[in-house]
Structures are given as C-alpha cells and as structure tokens.
C-alpha cells in the first residue's frame, strides 16, 4: 500500500507513536491467529474479533492510568491486550485451556484479570453498563481518583438499560467514561436503519451528559478525546460519553458472513482510513522509522503470537473438578 500525505504533526513523541503501532499490531495478529484457530476447531462456541478497531482501545488506554477500570461486551480481546493481559493466557483462554486467564472457563466472551483492572468481556447485549458505572460508584465513594471505561457498542446504545445507566450516573456524578464503540453495524443492521439519531452520543444530553464524536480509525484523536473525558471524570464534573467512530473488517462474529455490505466498502476503509496504516504513515514520514524496522516489529509480533497459540495448545484442559470452583464465596 503506497503512502498516505499526512499534513498534521502528531503532537506525540517518536516513542509513543511507535509503542502505539505495536500495540494496534499486535491486536490485528492476535486476531488474525484467533480467527485460523478457530477455522481448526480449536475455538468453540462464540468469537468476534476486533480486526479494524484497533485504534480505539490503544488510544483510550492511552490516556488511562494505573487503577483506572475497564469493563466492556464480548468483542473483546483487544481490549484485554491493550491493558496489558498476557496474549498467551488470553489465546488458552479462547481454546477453553487450563492455562486461561479464568482457567478456560470464560473462553473468549467471558474474560477476567483483577491484576489488570479488567472486569469482562460480557455475552448479553448492554448488560456491561450498568455495571461499569457501578464500578464508578464504587471509586467515588472510595474517593481514589479512578476512572471507569464503560465501552459498548452502537447495537447496545438501544437498549433500556443503557438510559437508565445514564439517568444514574449524572444523578450522583460518577466518574465513568461511556464508550460507544460505533462500528457501523450492529450485527448485521446498519445504524442509519436501526437508530433514530445520527450520533450516539448527543443522546446523554437528556440527563446533563457532555460527551463528543471522534475518529475511532485515528488513534491520536482517540487518545486526545480520552485524555479530556478522563480529565472531567476524574475533576468531579460527572460522566462523558465518547461515540468512536470505527470499522470491523470482519463479520460480526465468526459465523457471520456480512452479506448486508459489499467487499468493496471494506476494501475503500481499509485503503483509506486504516489505523494501523495511518501510524505507520506517520512513523515513515516523520523519519521515526525505516520499513526494515517497521518489518522486524510485525516480525516480533508474529513470533508473540505463534508463542501465544503454541501454549493454547499445549496447555492441559482443565480438570472436571474446576467445574465446582469459583462458584460459591465463602461468607
């Protein structure tokens, strides 16, 4: 793919803007082998992969800081990456191994790392919400200064309970970031057939929330628009809600064709507007990199990867009597 003119100087360090390329990589990779695992029989059940969304995640965390919480629905493993979650016990973790991060019984909707502040990965559409801005409640009245990203996406933004979060959360000023994460399609709905209003976000004005739209294919903006939500968070103003307007290349899961959108409207956002592409234009325009190291960066990731899908299969099943722990909690 030819170089695309970037007019605008990152106001970025060469440092993080190539922390943020291996970041986006490293998710798109771990996607891509997710996605040959699953064509083996490896994966069961449910897998949506985050292929084309990179830049949303990496650039929020970006602006995250240690103890700042995350929640979010079952597209998901770009998310446990970006925070830091071992890409090993993450791809055990899909192939339902004992060596997962919840010991292969979460499998790839239903992940957890209490080490890294990540509280799911959640299967029922929207039901994350509510819980995320508990989560915040619970950092107001600790007073710590944490934060709370609440991410979901433009198919969940329909939902009841999405309001009744909102209602609460301005009512008592919790320090929560709603993320809507705008792919465009919600399954195989298109937004401007399912949705009344054109942006998600300016529904929070109903309850008093401030919030905006950003790029969600430019992880800069991304990063630049967390770093003001986090910042009227955690100054006490309330929530804010960010609409991230992003693309999945992928269908909505694995076992989704996406025959409602024509291969050349995904080709057109992958030419144009992809995340991984436009860091990597600025990398090589700004004299930050040369494409043999840019090379020998993919050529670390894949080897990352591999390693990671290695110890998925090579990591034991787990035993029947794990189907009795983490059940009940002693009280």
């Keep these: 793919m030819a170089a695309r003119k970037t007019t605008k100087k990152p106001n970025v360090s060469a440092e993080e803007l190539s922390a943020y390329y291996r970041d986006m990589l490293l998710i798109r990779r771990f996607e891509e082998k997710a996605g040959q695992l699953y064509g083996m029989g490896l994966i069961g059940g449910f897998c949506h992969l985050y292929i084309g969304q990179e830049a949303v995640v990496v650039g929020l965390e970006a ?41 292969g019984k979460g499998g790839s909707m239903h992940m957890f790392s209490k080490e890294k502040h990540f509280y799911g990965g959640h299967g029922i559409v929207g039901a994350q919400v509510p819980l995320g801005a508990g989560l915040a409640f619970s950092d107001k009245y600790k007073e710590n200064g944490r934060v709370t990203f609440t ?17 609460m959360a301005a009512l008592w000023d919790l320090p929560v970031v709603f993320v809507i994460e705008n792919n465009q399609y919600a399954m195989g709905t298109a937004q401007n057939r399912s949705t009344s209003t054109p942006d998600l976000w300016t529904r929070g004005a109903a309850f008093g929330i401030a919030g905006e739209a950003v790029d969600g294919m430019d992880v800069l903006a991304v990063k630049e628009a967390g770093e003001k939500a986090v910042a009227h968070c955690r100054a006490g103003k309330g929530p804010y809600i960010l609409e991230v307007k992003t693309y999945r290349y992928r269908g909505h899961s694995m076992s989704d064709p996406a025959k409602y959108r024509t291969r050349e409207e995904v080709q057109k956002v992958r030419e144009e507007k992809d995340a991984i592409e436009h860091v990597r234009d600025l990398l090589l325009q700004g004299g930050h990199a040369t494409e043999d190291e840019l090379k020998a960066i993919d050529k670390d990731i894949k080897n990352i990867v591999n390693k990671a899908a290695d110890f998925a299969r090579e990591s034991p099943e787990p035993a029947l009597e794990e189907l009795w722990t983490d059940i009940y909690a002693d009280a």
């Design 63 to 103: 602006a995250a800081e240690e103890g700042d919480k995350r929640i979010t629905s079952y597209r998901d493993h770009g998310h446990m990456l970006a925070c830091g979650m071992d890409p090993g016990g993450v791809m055990a973790e899909l192939t339902g191994r004992e060596g997962g991060l919840s010991k």
């Design 151 to 167: 991410y979901f996406g433009d198919g969940a933004a329909n939902q009841g309970q999405i309001y009744e979060t909102f209602n």
